[in-house]
């Protein structure tokens, strides 16, 4: 039994080491969202043609890294950096708020995709405001 309970904490360890901090964990994966709403936002402006193929997967894949945005996990206390405002940690729940409801524009625009660019527009439009809102109280621009 003791035995087993140590490899099991020994285990534990080595899996925590496996993973990068919440820090770079939060960086990559608010960059990969970056990256599916530049697609989309040159689609919905039209300097890339609209296919819906497209689309879909790049609201698919945004989908993906924003319901990994476990911000408990990814902004735990003490894991303040250049680029967060302490403000975060003061009203976390409204902070937390502010990805649930994230998770839930975007899964909406999953579950019934823009047909068409103009379309795209306003459901983009829904979602980037609600990255740029919580930016807004939450994030400290580098630069
Ligand atoms: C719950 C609040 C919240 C939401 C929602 C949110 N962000 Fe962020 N974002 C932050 C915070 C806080 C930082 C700063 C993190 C840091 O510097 O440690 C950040 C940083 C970033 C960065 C800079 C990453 C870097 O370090 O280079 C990008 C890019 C970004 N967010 C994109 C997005 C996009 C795109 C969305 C929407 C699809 C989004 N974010 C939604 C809170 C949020």
Redesign the pocket.
């Known amino acids: 039994m003791k035995k087993s309970a140590i490899a099991l904490a020994v285990l534990a360890v080595g899996t925590t080491l496996a993973f990068a901090s919440p820090?770079d964990d939060?960086?990559h994966l608010?960059?990969a969202?970056?990256k599916?709403?530049g697609e989309l936002g040159k689609v919905a402006k039209g300097e890339s043609p609209f296919e819906a193929d497209a689309v879909l997967a790049s609201l698919k894949a945004?989908n993906d890294n924003?319901s990994k945005?476990d911000?408990a996990a990814l902004?735990p206390e003490g894991?303040a950096?250049?680029?967060?405002?302490p403000k975060?940690w003061e009203n976390f729940d409204d902070?937390?708020a502010?990805?649930e409801?994230?998770k839930a524009d975007?899964a909406a625009a999953v579950a019934a995709p823009a047909a068409d660019a103009a379309a795209l527009g306003p459901q983009l439009g829904m979602?980037?405001k609600?990255?740029g809102?919580?930016?807004e109280l939450?994030?400290?621009k580098?630069d």
């Open positions: 820090e939060r960086e608010m960059k969202m970056g599916s709403m945004l924003a945005l911000v902004f894991s950096s250049k680029g967060t405002s975060i902070f937390k502010h990805a409801k994230l975007v979602i980037g609600d990255c809102g919580c930016h939450y994030r400290i580098k």
